[in-house]
């Protein structure tokens, strides 16, 4: 089956734009994460959408954003970009069901890759 | 909030050879992850530690959990170079995880 899948894979951007990274989780996955990956601050948890809701949220400011739809895809928005938002944006699906062994496995996509000048 | 350690950042190791990673967490977690990431690549899920004494073995790969201890460990044996990649271990409280700074495993011929 297909796997998550993250668009776009890499994006260049200028301080104070903003951005929208897409991504559409495997099929049967109601539960989508984001996490920002930086060589600095290692894998960093920003928000993770359950049932179109917000379920939980990392310590990021409120310029990051994220919504999910009812097909479970989730996008994720940073407006007024910073250079430190440069970093790989992943996105990780899972079943989130409460019985099923092994329902909590993440499955990441690729990545988006932002670089910010 | 859950806090997960591990030591070392960084593993330089000939082939043949044997290496343990280890992951310390700061607080109950729901179960205990290892994930391997290669260079540019996401992450791939390599085990699922559910319970105290759990041991998961996949080739040349063993992962082990000590909930008392709070400490999970990556057994690596006879080392080959496609082990080269960084390894994460995690721990979640719910459906909210918490990752470890990742070990950069680099297997020399």
């Known amino acids: 089956k297909a796997g998550v899948t993250q668009t776009p894979r890499y994006l260049i951007k200028t301080r104070g734009q903003q951005v929208t990274l897409s991504c559409s989780p495997i099929s049967g996955h109601r539960s989508v994460s984001w996490y920002q990956q930086t060589p600095g601050q290692g894998l960093q948890f920003l928000f993770e959408y359950f049932s179109e809701t917000q379920r939980n949220k990392g310590n990021f400011p409120g310029r990051f954003s994220g919504r999910q739809f009812s097909n479970s895809r989730s996008e994720m928005n940073v407006s007024t970009l910073e250079l430190g938002d440069s970093a790989l944006y992943l996105c990780a699906s899972s079943y989130r069901g409460r019985v099923v062994i092994g329902a909590n496995v993440l499955t990441f996509g690729a990545g988006s890759r932002l670089t910010v000048l | 909030e859950l806090k997960v350690e591990q030591n070392p950042l960084f593993l330089s190791m000939q082939e043949g050879k044997n290496y343990t990673i280890y992951c310390n967490y700061s607080t109950t977690s729901d179960r205990l992850y290892w994930y391997r990431q290669d260079p540019g690549k996401s992450l791939e899920s390599l085990f699922v530690l559910l319970s105290n004494g759990a041991v998961k073995q996949e080739g040349r790969l063993m992962a082990s959990l000590d909930t008392k201890a709070r400490l999970s460990t990556l057994h690596i044996t006879a080392a080959v170079h496609d082990l080269s990649a960084t390894y994460f271990c995690?721990?979640?409280?719910?459906?909210?995880?918490?990752f470890g700074t990742g070990t950069s495993l680099t297997v020399i011929p």
């Open positions: 995690a721990g979640n409280t719910g459906n909210q995880f918490y």
